[in-house]
């Protein structure tokens, strides 16, 4: 037997409130809507991974979710245009990740990175 996905529920009271967040932004699809639960994401092959953390790297917080992109220093001008919470600033980390924290609708904290 083999995991084929791993998904990350959200608790939100308006699930819609997610789409400027993580579907204009960071451009997932919407997989699917029942209006109770929207599902965004992408039909591109991704990894299965799971991470247990004591704290989030260079003494913050443990993020919620980590989402990699192809371009970090664009998904960082694009929340603040947005005016999302910066909570971590834009920084380039020893174990060879440039990243940022985020607050998302739901009060979150996201990191979103890009491997160099």
Do not use: C
Not at 56 to 84: H, L, Q
């Amino acid at each position: 037997m083999k995991v084929k996905r791993i998904v990350t529920n959200i608790q939100a009271k308006k699930p819609a409130a997610a789409k400027k967040f993580y579907q204009d932004i960071l451009g997932l699809e919407l997989l699917m809507d029942h209006g109770w639960i929207r599902t965004y994401g992408s039909s591109a092959k991704m990894s299965v991974q799971v991470s247990f953390a004591s704290e989030g790297g260079s003494g913050t917080e443990v993020p919620a979710i980590s989402i990699e992109v192809d371009d970090v220093d664009e998904a960082f001008r694009r929340m603040k245009k947005a005016r999302f919470k910066i909570e971590y600033p834009l920084t380039e980390e020893e174990w060879g990740v440039r990243r940022f924290f985020v607050r998302d609708p739901f009060g979150q904290l996201v990191n979103i990175l890009e491997h160099i």
